[in-house]
């Protein structure tokens, strides 16, 4: 098949285009460049996005399928201007960031989303209204041949978020005590980044069509901070935080700096129990956890456990946590 990738410089759209060179396919990548490199055997494109449908000059002929991951509503609908005449089969990545409601466990694809976002440009404050607005471009300009591809979170090699790699570096970083959310039945789902590709690929060369949900299975926190901890060998204690106490403390949930991620706040119980009945039934294949946490603490070594992080506690942060913890627990 020739194979279009909007993107292929980084993480979830490089896994892509490098698992469907790996199939034999000719893989063509259009990015500016500037993120990192195209797999090996994959062909880039250098081009802007923001130049409008000038952006797609250098693309020539018809495509088999094409795969596109960005969040700005106006890249996507200039690509569509350009190449939905051209593609048999279209994957827009979406996100679960469409979906109205995050407390109800369990929902499927026919979840209200979020109202669209009406700009062409998006800020990271719009992500999901925008991520909507992509979506109904896509339908708008290519409905029938369609997969609509919404991830929860994506961990694994190459992740730039810092989130889930940061429960096995922090346990592989020192043996210190670590602070943990007091939280342990919380579910959370993350899709390791590799499996994700490979349905992606299935699914352009199957021709599925429609809005999947993908997501990793419904794990709680407990198990998934007991195979970092085993993976990376942490033989320190564990301090489990009150969410309340941590939120006086100015610990962000989920992501930013001095965060904690995978921790999420109240309101968010069906964030990591969405359904992947659908994509499941039609091939989604999941690899165990271990894996996921084995390939993400990695790279996080070949990133180095001790650098500034865009997620997770400083280990200084971390020390002036657990002391304010053991002195607010003391009797
Ligand atoms: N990470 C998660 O946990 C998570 C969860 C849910 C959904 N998602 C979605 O999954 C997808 C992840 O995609 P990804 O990992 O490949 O990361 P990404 O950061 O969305 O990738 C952006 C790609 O587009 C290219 N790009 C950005 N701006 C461009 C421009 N102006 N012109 C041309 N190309 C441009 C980048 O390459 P250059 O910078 O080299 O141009 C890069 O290859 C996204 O759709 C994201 O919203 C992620």
Redesign the pocket.
Known sequence: MRIL????????????AREAVQRGHEVT????????R?PEGATLV??????GTR?YDGLDGDWDAVV?????PG?VREALKVLAPRARHWTY?????VYADHAVPGLGEEAVLLPHHSGAEAGPGD?GEA?VACEQLSVEAVGSRLHI???????GP????D??GYWPARFARSSEPAVVPDTPETLVQ??D?RD?AAWLIDAAEEGVTGPFN?VGRPTELRTVLGAAMEASGFEGTAVPAPADWLQAQGVRPWAGEESLPLWLPSGYEGFGSRSAAAALEQGLTLRPLEETVEAALAYERELGLDRPRKAGLSAARERELVSLLRAATRP
Do not use: E, M, N
């Open positions: 990738i909007l993107g292929g410089t980084v993480f979830l759209s490089a896994h892509t990548c259009l990015a500016r460049g500037v993120s990192g195209v250098a081009a802007d996005r923001s130049d952006a596109d991951v960005s969040w700005q890249h990545v979406s996100s679960c960031s992500y991520k591809s919404r991830p929860g979170l994506i961990g190459g992740d730039g978020s989130r889930f993350v899709i980044v994700l993908a």
